[in-house]
């Protein structure tokens, strides 16, 4: 299939489903902006694998992505919040060096938990935030078991190279 024929049918399904999956994101952040971006992010996936989806299956696949990268940005504010929250109550009764050192380190890690690739990254965060168990995951994101478990490795390998350089 010719490229034009390609940009014809790509924006086709993105005048079909654009507006519905941005209502569909906005309903379940209350966020027009972030609904907005993360369909952009969605059909940007869409057209990275425009040669393993097929039209009949665009719809489906837009609204997985969208939902998905709905779930990483929910996760990742998840662990923002979490480090905010703990930092307050412990930092009556330490040092100011060992504050600025624990924020540099919370920077770091956070710097490293989205700077990992999309599919080590939401593994990490269902099993870490959502305290989910690998077969949980597994099931949710249509894997197998020992995919998860190699995500899940291959993310912790990174996180543990970050710790050890501080």
């Known amino acids: 299939m010719n490229n034009v024929c390609k940009e014809n049918i790509y924006q086709s399904i993105f005048y079909q489903h654009a507006e519905n999956l941005r209502n569909f994101l906005y309903y379940k952040s209350g966020n027009m902006a972030l609904a907005e971006d993360l369909v952009q992010d969605a059909f940007s996936k869409l ?49 100011p060096q060992f504050i600025l050192e624990k924020k540099e380190f919370k920077k770091r890690l956070e710097t490293a938990i989205s700077e990992l690739p999309e599919e080590q990254r939401i593994v990490f965060l269902m099993n870490r935030i959502d305290k989910k168990k690998y077969r949980e995951i597994a099931e949710e ?26």
């Open 47 to 95: 057209w990275e694998n425009c040669s393993k989806v097929t039209p009949e299956k665009a719809k489906s696949y837009i609204f997985t992505i969208g939902n998905n990268l709905f779930l990483n940005h929910v996760n990742h504010k998840k662990v923002v919040l979490k480090f905010e929250n703990r930092g307050h109550s412990e930092a009556d009764h330490q040092s």
């Open 141 to 166: 994101l249509n894997l197998s078991v020992k995919a998860v478990e190699k995500r899940m490795h291959k993310a912790l390998s990174v996180l543990r190279k970050i710790h050890k350089k501080v």
